[in-house]
């Protein structure tokens, strides 16, 4: 039996853009090269290509939150942090250890399971991703890391193996490949496994493997203002697809590649050197930009090869996909709000049905996506778009459909109601500061 069931890889990048790689459209100035993600390309081109595959949160924790428990990220109160700024010894920023998680639940049903990378959902000892499900850890707890010190934004220490501090020397993407890799050869055969395998790239500080002499200058000014170009940021994304690629060949190599689920996406929308094209807006922000990722899955025995769907889903809904995969059931006392989207792959044109929805305490934003229609709201505006024939968000549609608009609106306030309110001391992080967002006038 136990054979039969599949295994799971989860891989996460952090802040890279809807258009960062070659199958998702890559574009820029600088004519990215036409290798910038080879093996990513490849597994598009062997799986299902989301192009309306949506972060839970246009900041990273509140992402992590949806993905690790499969439900609404704003039912936990660290999740309202923009993004989470802990501190270690905090007591109440942080996954409470016995909320169900899906480590947890699949490890119950007799999966292997191994976080390798960024944890960013509290620090010890109150929290951690072995007080949360994770049977291995191999990586770093805070938001950020040096790729060669592997220490957190404010100069301290942060690569563990469970729960002890390690040094490792190497360039910090290619430590977590690597490890990815030794996971997955050391699994016994017939036995299932999560891998969830979360990718400091290609968030700052920006350094590639021959920036090592550029480290030290990073760890002074911890989140590097003024550094980076595209072409290091685009190399970046190489070295994490080279990766990948190494952890798929593993799969092949142990005659598990046919028999696993593997995800690929964004903890949110691209940041200052990301290619969000066509999209406006960036992380932090609800506009498309801040919330569409690059999403491919590949899963040979069920997913037919090529494919590509338009439904929009969330990234909670592959919580729930997994979970039913499994055959495992949520805890019924905290059911999932992701929905299993296995029926998309046996028919491309299947709708999720449910609205996405997002709120955010920086600049009061609310988003509601409804087939075609997306509603927000930034300080208090509205606006109506139809982002199937307007990607870019440029004509409000406000005035020409007012009913639609009360419509989606009556309907993001009713989710909101039945919502835990935001807190009035949570935080958002100053490192962002208060920019401009382009939108159309209302």
Request: a negative charge; glycine letters at 10%; one cysteine or more.
């Amino acid at each position: 039996m136990n054979g039969e069931r599949p295994s799971f890889i989860f891989i996460l990048a952090d802040d890279l853009g809807y258009a960062d790689l070659g199958c998702c459209g890559a574009r820029d100035a600088f004519n990215a090269p036409a290798d910038v993600s080879p093996n990513l390309d490849r597994m598009a081109a062997e799986g299902l290509r989301f192009t309306r595959g949506y972060s839970n949160s246009a900041v990273c924790s509140p992402t992590r939150f949806a993905l690790i428990t499969g439900r609404w990220q704003y039912r936990l109160r660290a999740a309202a942090e923009e993004p989470l700024a802990t501190a270690l010894g905090d007591k109440v920023l942080g996954l409470p250890p016995g909320h169900p998680t899906l480590p947890s639940l699949l490890g119950a049903a007799g999966y292997a399971t191994a976080l390798v990378g960024k944890w960013h959902l509290g620090y010890p000892p109150h929290f951690g991703p072995r007080k949360s499900g994770y049977q291995e850890f191999f990586g770093y707890h805070a938001g950020g890391a040096d790729y060669f010190a592997h220490t957190n934004p404010r100069g301290a220490p942060d690569l563990w193996e469970n729960e002890t501090a390690i040094e490792r020397d190497g360039y910090l993407t290619d430590l977590l490949s690597r490890r990815a890799v030794d996971f997955v050869e050391r699994q016994s055969p017939g036995r299932p496994f999560l891998l969830s395998l979360h990718y400091s790239a290609p968030h700052w500080p920006w350094l590639t493997r021959d920036d090592r002499a550029l480290s030290a200058h990073t760890r002074d000014h911890a989140f590097h203002l003024d550094g980076g170009s595209i072409a290091t940021y685009l190399r970046m994304v190489h070295h994490m697809d080279e990766g990948i690629g190494w952890v798929l060949e593993a799969l092949h190599r142990r005659g598990l590649a046919d028999n696993t689920l593997v995800v690929f996406t964004s903890d949110n929308g691209g940041e200052r050197f990301s290619n969000n094209w066509p999209f406006v807006g960036q992380k932090m922000d609800l506009l498309e930009g801040g919330i569409r990722v690059p999403l491919l899955a590949r899963w040979p025995s069920r997913i037919p090869a090529g494919g590509v769907s338009h439904c929009p889903n969330l990234t909670m809904d592959w919580t729930a996909t997994m979970l039913s995969a499994a055959g495992v059931a949520a805890d019924p006392a905290y059911p999932l709000d992701g929905i299993d989207l296995a029926p998309l792959f046996s028919d491309a044109g299947w709708e999720r049905g449910q609205d996405l929805v997002w709120r955010m305490k920086f600049r009061q934003q609310r988003a509601l996506v409804r087939g075609r229609w997306k509603y927000l709201q930034v300080d208090g505006i509205d606006y109506l778009f139809d982002v199937v024939t307007d990607a870019r968000e440029r004509a409000n549609l406000v005035h020409r459909e007012p009913q639609l608009l009360l419509q989606l609106r009556e309907a993001w306030q009713a989710w909101n109601a039945s919502m835990p309110p935001i807190p009035e001391d949570a935080r958002v992080s100053k490192v962002f500061g208060e920019r401009d967002m382009p939108l159309a006038s209302a």
